[in-house]
């Protein structure tokens, strides 16, 4: 699969990449471009910076959670549950995906499960319907034929700040309360940024452009018609770069550079 390793413009764009990997050997590719699309997502996730989050149970990525959920073949109740951190997309895939297959789970949220700003609170049910539910399953909104979900406990206001080798967890309340659980695995999913340092020489493709690039806080500045960047004639951006962090909205965004380039050419 290629691997893009530079582009950057000299009156045109120039890409640079690697064809192939080891042990075959690597072939080096350059391309020359008028226009350039970025759709490279986020791909390094962020960290809550605490002790013990580089600890061999703790996860970064929902990609381990397939792996994870076939090594547990049988779970029961009685086994320690797992610790999901996190209030976004990815949290929510990985609390319906331990729970469907049977695995306890903490999730623990820094925000009040009500808040506004809490994305499950801004998706309609009816459209987002998996993800609507984790919103309800926070609020306690949600139970079985025999009460409450015992697979499922959330902790709201609450922010991880210790994790041990004994797999230990403390949070803190935000009354500055803190508790222990104990637990099996923990997967801390609060988000991730895009890896764009293959680009050099480019101004700054930001909304505010002295900061990172953040799908959240500082997503590509772009022309909401044509996505090109605002600051880069010639290069465009796609889904997340740009704020896009659901998948169905990217088709959107291919549309619209590809109709902007089309009407280009005529």
Not at 112 to 121: A, C, F, L, M
Not at 150 to 157: F, R, S
Not at 245 to 266: K, P, S, T
Request: charged share 20%; hydrophobic share 40%.
């Amino acid at each position: 699969m290629p691997r893009v390793s530079s582009v950057h413009r000299e009156g045109c764009w120039e890409i640079r990449g690697v064809r192939g990997t080891l042990p075959d050997m690597p072939e080096l590719f350059v391309v020359h471009a008028y226009n350039v699309v970025l759709a490279t997502g986020n791909s390094i996730p962020k960290v809550l910076g605490i002790p013990g989050e580089n600890l061999p149970f703790v996860y970064h990525q929902m990609d381990v959670i397939d792996r994870y959920l076939e090594e547990q073949a049988d779970p029961a109740l009685s086994m320690d549950p797992c610790l999901v951190v996190g209030a976004g997309l990815s949290a929510a895939d990985c609390v319906l995906a331990l729970r469907n297959k049977g695995v306890p789970v903490i999730h623990a949220i820094r925000r009040n499960g009500k808040d506004p700003k809490v994305i499950y609170n801004q998706l309609p049910g009816v459209v987002y319907p998996e993800y609507y539910k984790v919103g309800q399953m926070i609020k306690g909104d949600v139970t079985t034929a025999y009460g409450k979900d015992a697979l499922y406990t959330a902790h709201t206001k609450t922010s991880l700040v210790e994790i041990r080798k004994d797999k230990e967890c403390i949070l803190k309340k935000a009354d500055g309360t803190l508790f222990k659980q104990k637990v099996s695995n923990v997967f801390v999913l609060i988000g991730a940024m895009p890896d764009l340092s293959f680009l050099h020489g480019t101004n700054g493709l930001g909304a505010n452009p002295t900061k990172k690039i953040d799908s959240k806080e500082n997503p590509i500045n772009i022309n909401q018609f044509s996505y090109e960047a605002v600051n880069e004639p010639g290069l465009f951006a796609v889904g997340p770069l740009i704020g896009d962090n659901f998948v169905r909205f990217g088709i959107g965004g291919a549309l619209g550079v590809a109709n902007h380039l089309m009407r280009e050419d005529e």
